[in-house]
């Protein structure tokens, strides 16, 4: 379960400080997908790099299963970003990486003596040589690979590079990519905002499927209100800072009272 207790954002200038999230208090379960819906400029983006501690917040508090994560740095903060894989609206693919080096890369910058195979004890791992351990992390990467390449339905790209890639199929790649360590929050910066109608959809449906088969839990930001109301069984609404609106999805789209919400619902944003 993710807390977010009490969190306030200021970004302080010789000039001026500006208060990007104010009052915010969000929970979210264990395999929810979960909203976050605002206009531009609403804090959105810095909420979420507060949950992976790109951003540090001012005061309050994100706990993640009931440890406060705010205060963790070094090894510590490694081990988060290690829980949490994240995917954005301009993918940030290595272009001079085929699919399968840019869907490894996560793995690969893992240090071999921190490097452990799934199913082998601990005891069993450290009995290996060097280049046993090496060769088994190679074997263990191509296999985790393999498994994702199939769950995102891109198989056929493997060796292909981005630059000969549609957006779906580079999103797709981003998305393999931020699962390869197994994470069990994924964060969606506006994933689709670069996608068209069916290619969204496409995503969406992966992103959903993802969900059931990993019991990833799923935070999806986004301007985009058909996107939280096709993926999302909860919702904040971020306005100036603030939260004026949370609940079950379909609660909030059906009893909308706030401006904001009518002005997203309503499509003019
Ligand atoms: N590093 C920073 N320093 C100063 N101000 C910042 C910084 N990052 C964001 N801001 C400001 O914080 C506010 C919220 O930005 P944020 O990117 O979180 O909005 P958003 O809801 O994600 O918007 P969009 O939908 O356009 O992506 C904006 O006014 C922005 O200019
Ligand atoms: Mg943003």
């Known amino acids: 379960m993710i807390r977010v207790i009490d969190l306030k954002k200021e970004f302080r200038s010789k000039r001026n400080t500006l208060t990007v999230l104010n009052n915010i208090n969000i929970d979210i379960q264990d395999g929810d997908i979960f909203g976050i819906i605002g206009m531009s400029g609403a804090g959105k983006s810095t909420l979420i790099r507060c949950i992976n501690l790109l951003e540090r917040p001012t005061s309050g508090r994100i706990e993640i299963d009931g440890v406060d994560i705010t205060k963790k740095s070094g090894k510590e903060l490694l081990k988060l970003r290690k829980n949490i894989g994240m995917i954005f609206q301009s993918f ?46 190679k074997d263990a990467i191509n296999k985790r690979v393999d498994e994702l390449l199939e769950l995102v339905d891109l198989k056929e790209k493997e060796f292909s590079y981005p630059a000969k890639l549609s957006g779906g199929q580079r999103q797709r790649v981003a998305i393999a990519r931020a699962l390869a360590t197994k994470p069990s929050i994924l964060l969606c910066d506006e994933a689709t905002s670069a996608l068209d109608s ?15 088969e990993t019991k990833v839990t799923i935070i999806v930001i986004t301007h985009e209100m058909n996107v939280v109301q096709k993926i999302c069984n909860k919702v904040v609404v971020l306005d100036k800072s603030e939260i004026v609106a949370s609940g079950i999805t379909d609660d909030i789209f059906s009893n909308h009272t706030s401006d904001v919400v009518k002005r997203l619902v309503g499509g003019t944003v």
Request: proline fraction near 0%; avoid cysteine; charged fraction near 30%.
């Open 92 to 137: 940030n693919l290595l272009m001079q990486k085929n699919v399968r080096k840019n869907i490894a890369f996560g793995l690969e910058i893992i240090k071999l003596r921190d490097f452990k195979i799934d199913g082998m004890s601990d005891a069993d791992y450290q009995k290996l040589s060097f280049f046993q351990k090496r060769k088994a992390k």
């Open 198 to 212: 069916m290619t969204t959809d496409s995503i969406l449906s992966l992103l959903q499927k993802i969900n059931k």
